[in-house]
């Protein structure tokens, strides 16, 4: 386990480093970007990230890479959850009532445009809800946030939706803040690189590995954004993104850890990721819960989140606020002596523990993400299992995130991180463990009945459904080991000013940011 001081003289030596290697290229001029430069004028926001979104797909922007890009600034919703409050807001209907069990209408916001200036209409509305639903993209809106319900959208008139769900569903509005808006000219059988919106912003340009950039859209209906364009471009390396900002090279920097050198230009904020190790508990020797048990007693929360990556202990997927969160869901402590004594047990009744067991890691996940695998590594060694990292890009990793999964591979724990935007349990609960899950490498006929029965119920009922249904996962199934509720660090220039909150990780949203002069 690395020490804060030793971190800190590694920061030091990187960055004499990095000072040498400036004087030598004196006479060219030294760029932390590298050979491109965002290098756009002042009316640009210059936004800095840790990777390049795998898609901009509007049925996609649940996944954390192409939502903090698309949603809100690219394409919008029906409705929208404000994260300080967790009210549902008005998005782009003004207006919705349950009018039966099983049906809900909306009335639509008029006036409003596509960035092709075709209009927005309730059939726009139901062509986006029925792509996102269902149809054969597979999107992954469909599997995280309506999973197998039936949902059927119907045009009343171009300002009137009529929303019907084959079961009670006492929180579709919520579920419908996660349906982007697209035009009916959309391709309703495949994914689409660069979509049309209603949002502030319209895509200019998308240089595959090198930029991407936005444009005003001037036809918005809402008010227009203080800048008339927002550049990205993508640095894998934290202390790049830091060091980008503060040599005024970029506006913004995203996904950055303490270490990273961003100094009176680092802003924290909470966050509503969780990250976790699941478990693949179809295949020995994870399929003995002594040794799923075992790996959460081998794992070290606290020396994580003090000296690998900013956050806190954490014991369950969904962070305080959240409904269905359980306070009694305590992080394991760290008890390696135990771990080590369920792996001998499990041994001696001749569970293979000897076999390979891999960590399927993403890279820039969070920071220090290899960092991190390493340590939990180091302790399941430790324990007496036989454990190794394979480090993957994103595309790659989502392989193995999304049903189906990769065939013929051994028992494998893949790096992941969970952030409920949504502000219901019910977005994390039947993805990930249920049996079906989008997200789900294993359930139990006792976990679905129990999270069936949560998602019907409404106020605290529903709070008290979900709290059981973490308590009963956490001591009877162990299907993860949830390590910590992180801290997001970002970098903002002194001519920006903008206030992070729990989704700017999922949703950063360019029209909340303004110049400070």
Known sequence: MRTRSTARSRQWRAAGAFMSVCVLLAVSG???AGADPIGEGPDTLRVVLPEEPPTLEPCDASLTATGRVTRANITEALTEREPST??????LATKWTRTSPTSWTFTLREGVTFHDDTP????????SIKRATDSDIDCNVDGYIFTDSEVTATPVNDTTLEVRTAKPDPILPLRLSFVEMVPTTTNPGARVREPVGTGPYRIDEWSQGRFLR???YPGYWGKAPEYAAAKYVWRAEGSVRAAMVTNDEADVAIGLAPEDGAGDRAVEFATNEVSFLRMDAGKAPLDDIR?????????????????VFAGRPSGQLVAKGVTGHNPRVRPWPYDPERAKKLVDEARADGVPTGRTITII??????PKAAEAMEVVQDGLLKAGLKVEIKMLDVNAWLEYLLRPFPKGIGPTLLQAQHGNQAGDAAFTMGQIYGSKGAQSSYGTPELDALIDEAQLAGGEARQKAFADTFAYQNDEVVRDAVMANMTGIMALSSNVRYRPDSATNDEMRLADMHRTD
Do not use: M, P
């Open 120 to 127: 927005f209409t309730a059939e726009a509305a139901a062509f």
């Open 30 to 32: 030294c760029s932390v």
């Open 86 to 91: 967790g009210r549902l807001e008005q998005a």
């Open 361 to 366: 890691g993403r890279n820039a996940i969070y």
């Open 214 to 216: 936005l444009k005003r």
């Open 291 to 307: 040794i799923r048990r075992a790996i959460n007693y081998a794992i070290d929360r606290e020396g994580l989140v003090t000296a």
